[in-house]
């Protein structure tokens, strides 16, 4: 299946906007404004839904006219792009979605044509599906883990790196000693938070949207 | 002035998150070459010697390509105007980690031949090489993302393999000494020293760059 690569699945939806000519501000552009201040960190919609290694919103105006002797041709709707990569089934993640981030998808998808809502979670899952379109090849690099072992695995890395430099010169026995209370330290440490924080950002990234 | 106001409040620059880069590229083919196109990413898929390039770049956490038909477009109302297409389109859609300069150039360098195959198909592809022509076609096709979310922002591809590799070799240390003597430790120790010692380096925030 080519939505799928080990047990990460890569899901891309097209859902179309609703087009008003009546409104002052169309559902695009007020689409884009919520996006535009939705946290991107630990905040984030997506870091309450666990599984999620990377996801994005776009807000799709129109296909590219690449010049000619190419035909120039349009779109008659703007559509939301939603592009996730998550761990195991479609079903389970959608389920997860509508349950726990329900605010969240309401503001974005309320835009969209035919959108059910999240009260039914089945006409929700069963909308997304009518949204979906098959991934033709997908490639994800690690695909055997989850985000969760993920986020273990760097804590670690980065927690042993510290002790060797911390502890290199001591005696054999207060080392041994001591990398039993490390690992004692990380087996009871709290599960590492997706999304990280505003200090995770590089100052460029907060520059003027081009 | 409602509008102004608004498009003056998305201040993020959200082609970004951290190490990862979203960039999303929209192309149009003449709806008879897509089944070779549909036909080279079966190859692709089934054929697992030919990703190894694309893996051992190591810099693209997920990446995929999406085939819509012109007639695939999702329509979920009859009042949504029916698309009227003469092309197919290629989404693709990647996360990455580096400047978008670099990404392309290493594309360029490293995979020409494989998206040569994948993009020859498009209209008014020029070849991925030189690569001039081909960071212009790209600059044309591609279009922003809204809203990019990453689960663990700090680490590249590369940090994630490595900190799973440590992650194991500690998982299997600890196993091992748990019944060692001082002396036996010494050297299981620096064996394991030895054994994780290239993938102790540090994540952090990414390096400005363009």
Known sequence: MSNQSGQVYGLTILSPIIEDDRLDICHSME?????????????SPFAQISSTYLARLVVMD????????ACEEHLKSHYLVFETNFDWDLETYLTRLARETPEFVDAVWKHCVGYPGVSDIAA?????????????????????????????????????????????????????????RLLHAIAHAPPPIPGGDESDRMPQENRPHE | MIREARQHTITKMTNINGKAYAMNAITPMKPWKTPILKLAFFVLGAVKPLQKNLKDLSFIHFARWVVIRRNQFPRLSDRQPREELRYDYLLFFSNFNGTWNQYIDAFSAVLSQGLDLIWRWSEKYPGSRPVTG???????????????????????????????????????FARASQSLSPAEFEKAWLEFLVRVQSDLGSTGVAPVGT
């Open chain 1, 31 to 43: 689409l884009r404004w919520y996006l535009g201040h939705l946290p991107r960190d630990h905040k």
């Open chain 1, 62 to 69: 129109d296909v590219v006219y690449v010049g000619a002797p």
């Open chain 2, 134 to 172: 081909f960071k212009r076609y790209i600059s044309l096709v591609q279009f922003d993302t809204d809203y990019y979310y990453n689960a663990y922002p700090r680490a590249a591809t590369n940090d994630v393999k490595a900190a799973l590799r440590v992650q194991d070799a500690v998982d299997q």
């Open chain 1, 124 to 180: 929700f899952i069963a909308y997304m599906k009518k949204c979906q379109v098959e991934t033709t090849f997908f490639f994800a690099d690690v695909n055997n883990r989850t985000v969760q072992k993920s986020l273990e695995a760097l804590r670690t890395q980065s927690a042993l790196a510290r002790f060797i430099a911390k502890h290199q010169g001591q005696s054999p026995a207060e080392v041994q000693r001591e990398f039993g």
